[in-house]
T-cell receptor, first 113, second 117 residues
């Protein structure tokens, strides 16, 4: 089945630790996105990528990094510089950048120990 | 800057009642797209509808209907004869001329809909 997978479902981070969230899609979509959701809030854009080997900062990129070495994969690293990383992270993809519907993965919940 | 307002934080109705979720948006763009997503307790966002700014026709899909009015910058969502399975958080979202490409989607804070049996 075509879709977007995210792993792990739950992730625990220790102080000063970098952690990486996985996002894979087999929809042959060009564009991929990372959003952060805090309780009672809407989603906010962290990073997006319109094409392989290219990515752009969103509204809240500080403390995060990404890579797009393959079309199917868009991992997000939460670095130690992100002081408040506890949130629900959602990955999305769209067929083309712009004017396209974004489809979302199941999300990863990150908690700080 | 773009903005989406969902003033209803939580709505609770009894099953089989009709319910309308409000969405008001702000944008300076003449070409834009509006979306509704459903987020069940599992967390995954489920796409419901996309509407472009030039299409003001109302849309109906089963028990769901959407009313788009540019004059009031609103894109409201109505569920007819609500069911317990409709319980979820519903998000309205807005994109600019480049859709979700350049700046992603701007989301409202969501409306938590509770359908009581």
């Amino acid at each position: 089945d075509g879709g977007i997978t995210q792993s792990p479902k739950y992730l625990f981070r220790k102080e000063g630790q970098n952690v990486t969230l996985s996002c894979e899609q087999n929809l042959n979509h060009d564009a991929m996105y990372w959003y952060r959701q805090d309780p009672g809030q809407g989603l906010r854009l962290i990073y997006y990528s319109q094409i392989v080997n290219d990515f752009q900062k969103g509204d809240i990129a500080e403390g995060y990094s990404v890579s797009r070495e393959k079309k199917e994969s868009f991992p997000l690293t939460v670095t130690s510089a992100q002081k408040n990383p506890t949130a629900f992270y959602l990955c999305a993809s769209s067929h083309r950048p712009g004017q396209e519907t974004q489809y979302f993965g199941p999300g990863t919940r990150l908690l700080v120990l | 800057a773009q903005k989406v307002t969902q003033a209803q934080t939580e709505i609770s109705v009894v099953e089989k009642e009709d319910v309308t979720l409000d969405c008001v948006y702000e944008t300076r763009d003449t070409t834009y797209y509006l979306f509704w997503y459903k987020q069940p307790p599992s967390g995954e966002l489920v796409f419901l509808i996309r509407r472009n700014s030039f299409d003001e026709q109302n849309e109906i899909s089963g028990r769901y209907s959407w009313n788009f009015q540019k004059s009031t910058s609103s894109f409201n969502f109505t569920i007819t004869a609500s069911q317990v399975v409709d319980s979820a958080v519903y998000f309205c979202a807005l994109s600019g001329p480049s859709g979700g490409g350049a700046d992603g989607l701007t989301f409202g804070k969501g409306t938590h809909l509770i359908i009581q049996p």
